[in-house]
């Protein structure tokens, strides 16, 4: 990437305007595609975008486009303005699943366009483009998802996007391997969660809750459009570790029941150590 690389971004919401933030304060000329007037006239405003509109003939001259749409937006979207991309041009993608979404791309898109698939780890529970800010990504983690037929370009240029943004940790992985790790690290925590909420509907919980009831619930407040979506396009792993899960908590279960103070301090003690591995430096 210099200079002169022209990217355009698909859905300025949180991550695609955090995006447009990072890349034009780094110098770069980028398009902006959005459905809402409003949100293209603040990202113009802010100077995220040097020009922008819902019209995807803005991206004929981009050489790089990221689309940072709903996974079941984003396969439609290629199958009707793919032909508006430049060709030779590198699409690439911040879907949260990956296996499905790859193979679906791939069975529709033109030959002369190359995609990789990408996963930020940077996303809020916020949505829209007034929550966007490029500050997220600094010291998060950024996945490039290749494939076999993925060329050495391609991987280098998002890597280099990547670098761009100040990701801090960026590593290459399988589809199945990302799908199978965000089924648990992602996915399993927002079920665990929105079921945490739900499972008493108590008015008065507020004034009594403290520190841990928030900080396990923080992800609760999630987009209800998007994450259903998400769950549903790797609910194979999902389900396994809903089911592990279970059966964890049945074995706490017992513990207790069995009033096994030995046993619980093992399972204390095994998950405060786990926990130091996941502690930001």
Known sequence: MDRN???????????????????SEAGFSVTGVDIDAETISLA????WIEEGGSDPTLL????????????NVFVQW??????????GSLLTDVTGVKR?????????LRDDVEFIACHPMAGRESKGILYADSSRFIHANFLIVPTENNTEYAKQTVREMAEILQFGHIKEISAEMHDRMIGYLSQLTHVIAVSLMNAND????????????RDLTRIANINESLWPQLFILNKDYLLEE???????????????????????????ISS??????????
């Open 100 to 108: 499905k979404i790859i193979t679906a791309v791939n069975d529709v």
């Open 60 to 71: 004929s001259s981009c050489d790089i486009v990221v689309s940072c749409l709903y996974p």
């Open 242 to 268: 809903i089911d592990s899960f279970c059966g964890e908590m049945q074995a706490f279960r017992s513990l207790i029941e069995n009033e096994d103070e030995e046993g619980m301090k093992e399972k204390l």
């Open 5 to 23: 690389t022209k990217i355009g971004i698909v859905g300025l919401g949180v991550l695609g305007g955090s995006y447009a933030c990072g890349l």
């Open 44 to 47: 113009k405003e802010r100077g």
């Open 202 to 213: 108590n008015p008065d919980l507020s004034e009594f809750t403290g520190d841990s009831f």
């Open 78 to 87: 290629i199958q009707e303005n793919q032909k508006y991309l430049k060709s």
């Open 272 to 281: 405060t150590e786990r926990r130091k591995h996941f502690e930001k430096k």
